[in-house]
């Protein structure tokens, strides 16, 4: 099956699966969350308390088609064709917690992503597509699809709200502190999860995606995906979203904070072992 042996997501699984290896089951507990137009969990937290169970549900996993194949998905109207609903992604891995509930673990997200955020849906029945340019439902469709062009970390994008503003607002239902320790910090208007979140970024459409449109202005922040990655990172160090980032001043392209880059999938390996090593240091003390 050609969706089952593609780079560099074969890359993703076996840094992944080299994360597995080093988790202590039963003690510990892991859950699989995959995105792309939506979100799924390939394996609860309840369930994952062994090693056969996770690594089966990492095996697997494949890619999604190319848009055009995407059920749902008819041109010129866009809905259902972008892939990237990091909110989607979030949200499923902060709702395990609930699912799961541990009081004496620590809780950890890992989010990886190869793009910026470009899908997302209303909570509404039916829930409707979210996208900036036009009314919630029946956007307007300019390149880049789906998203205002530049990063915006108040959550009200230029252009109106954006699948950006919902994978930040998901983050911080991850991230923010649950409320039962004292007044919630700046930033945090509900409580969250309180979990620590640990971000990855892969590929050059992190830190140099030039798909912009005169629509919009003509230009763009080329590394719009990094710097979400970088915001939501920042919300999962210290559950205080209003802090400065320990990446504000790091150059494009590079680790700082919670916050992991990989050029290609050839390094994955290197960040997975890596943040395995910063998990395990937090469990420990």
């Not at 369930?47 to 190319?66: E, H, K, M, W």
């Amino acid at each position: 099956d050609p969706l089952d042996d593609c780079h560099p997501f074969e890359e993703v699984r076996a840094a992944a699966a080299g994360l597995i290896n080093r988790t202590y089951f039963p003690y510990d507990r892991m859950s699989i969350v995959e995105f792309a137009q939506v979100g799924g969990v390939a394996t609860h937290l309840a369930s994952g308390t062994n090693f056969s169970t996770v690594a089966s549900a990492l095996d697997s996993l494949n890619v999604r088609p190319d848009p055009g194949a995407v059920e749902g998905c008819n041109p010129p109207d866009m809905r259902g064709c972008t892939s990237t609903n990091t909110a989607d992604g979030l949200t499923l891995a902060g709702n395990e917690f609930g699912l799961s509930t541990r009081e004496e673990a620590v809780w950890i997200v890992i989010l990886l992503s190869d793009g910026a955020a470009n899908a997302a849906r209303t909570t509404t029945t039916p829930p409707l597509w979210i996208c900036p340019g036009g009314p919630i439902g029946t956007p307007t469709w300019v390149a880049p699809l789906c998203r205002d062009p530049w990063f915006n970390a108040s959550g009200d994008g230029t252009y109106g709200q954006d699948p950006e503003d919902a994978a930040r607002i998901a983050a911080l239902f991850v991230g923010c502190p649950n409320g039962t320790t004292g007044p919630l910090p700046a930033g945090c208007s509900t409580p969250g999860q309180a979990a620590v979140i640990f971000t990855i970024g892969l590929g050059n459409l992190m830190t140099a995606n030039t798909s912009c449109d005169a629509i919009y202005g003509g230009s763009c922040d080329p590394d719009q995906g990094e710097k979400l990655l970088r915001w939501i990172a920042g919300v999962g160090d210290d559950s205080r979203p209003a802090n400065a980032s320990d990446c504000d001043s790091a150059p494009t392209g590079s680790d700082c904070g919670n916050y992991y880059f990989a050029p290609t999938g050839a390094g994955l390996m290197r960040v997975f072992e890596a943040v395995a090593s910063r998990i395990f240091t937090r469990i420990t003390h």
